[in-house]
């Protein structure tokens, strides 16, 4: 482990003082399945349809008709998710920044899967990459497992389970090394060697 942070970028990772959940996870929603650039151009015409806003505003994204998201590149379930997520916000559902930063981890997973299209790893992302939670272990990661599996000679992917066994002994820091095993993939090898 201390070979590969030695040899790769550090750990950056900082609270966004300017989260907005409902942006985050609208985009997250936004860019499930699919490539990074294809995501990216979906995402843009989607924000183009609100032009004079510089965050998304629920109510305007409830009151979009479907037919129009789609028309941007969303799928079915994606304007659901979204709608859902809008709806959610509106009633209180979804935390707002200054609520959310007096939850614990487990909490805000709880609060958030309940929308639709929001899974455990979608929070995982939120609470690692935007909140910048310390301690964030997404078990079930495949670029995790991946890193991990490399890291330490691995020839098989680590399970869940055992994910959860082996991030013990990197609490409470679990999410600098999620960070750190993400960037042991960055490395050429490792796609000859795990493909």
């Known amino acids: 482990m ?14 966004s003082l300017a989260i907005r959940p409902f942006d985050a996870l609208a ?3 936004a860019y499930q399945q699919l490539s990074g650039k294809a995501a990216a151009t979906i995402w843009a015409r989607v924000r183009a349809l609100y032009p004079k806003k510089k965050y998304l505003d629920p109510k305007l994204v409830l009151a979009t008709p479907d037919r129009k998201l789609r028309a941007a590149g969303l799928s079915r379930s994606k304007v659901a998710a979204l709608k859902d997520l809008a709806a959610k916000t509106i009633d209180g559902a979804v935390p707002t920044a200054r609520a959310l930063a007096k939850m614990t981890d487990e909490e805000i997973i709880e609060r958030l899967v309940s929308v639709r299209g929001i899974g455990r790893w979608t929070v995982e992302m ?10 964030v272990w997404p078990v079930a990661d495949y670029g995790v497992q991946k890193g991990l599996a490399k890291t330490f000679g691995k020839r098989k992917l680590p399970t869940p389970k055992q ?14 090394a999620a960070w750190y095993f993400w960037r042991a993939l960055d490395e ?3 796609a000859n060697r795990f493909d």
Not at 4 to 14: D, E, G, Q
Not at 126 to 135: H, N, S, Y
Not at 163 to 176: D, N
């Open 163 to 176: 994910m959860i066994k082996l991030g013990k002994k990197f609490q409470p820091y679990r999410s600098v």
């Open 27 to 29: 985009e997250s929603i």
């Open 2 to 15: 201390a070979e590969l942070i030695a040899r790769s970028r550090h750990y950056n990772i900082a609270p």
């Open 126 to 135: 939120l609470l690692l990459f935007d909140l910048g939670r310390p301690d």
């Open 188 to 190: 050429p090898e490792v």
